[in-house]
């Protein structure tokens, strides 16, 4: 599965175009299959830099890249994947959830 479609790419804002928002959109969500660890993209530079929430040891807002999220496997080998039925929506119903 391709992590990041040209689709996607061109609708996630640039970085730091967000920063001054309360409630940014989360426009696409990564996932290990066999961990529990989530990426949830808000911005991107265009190239390989995210900026988003993740979910692994802790939540927490921050940087992650896209070749360390093609490159990694979880407990059982499997790479990450994207969530291809997820609807972009506010960090804030990402949280809730």
């Known amino acids: 599965m391709q992590l990041l479609t040209e689709e996607l790419k061109q609708k996630l804002p640039q970085l730091y175009s967000s920063e001054n928002e309360k409630d940014p959109m989360v426009?696409?969500?990564?996932?290990?299959?066999?961990?529990?660890w989530t990426w949830y993209a808000i911005e991107f530079d265009g190239t390989d830099t995210f900026f988003g929430l993740?979910?692994?040891?802790e939540e927490e807002?921050?940087?992650?890249?896209?070749a360390e999220?093609?490159?990694?496997?979880?407990?059982?080998?499997?790479?990450?994947?994207?969530d291809r039925f997820f609807k972009p929506c506010r960090l804030s119903?990402?949280?809730k959830a």
């Open 27 to 36: 426009w696409c969500k990564f996932f290990t299959p066999d961990s529990s």
């Open 54 to 57: 993740v979910d692994g040891f």
């Open 61 to 66: 807002l921050g940087y992650f890249s896209l």
């Open 69 to 82: 999220l093609q490159s990694v496997r979880g407990k059982l080998g499997l790479p990450i994947e994207r």
């Open 93 to 95: 119903e990402v949280r």
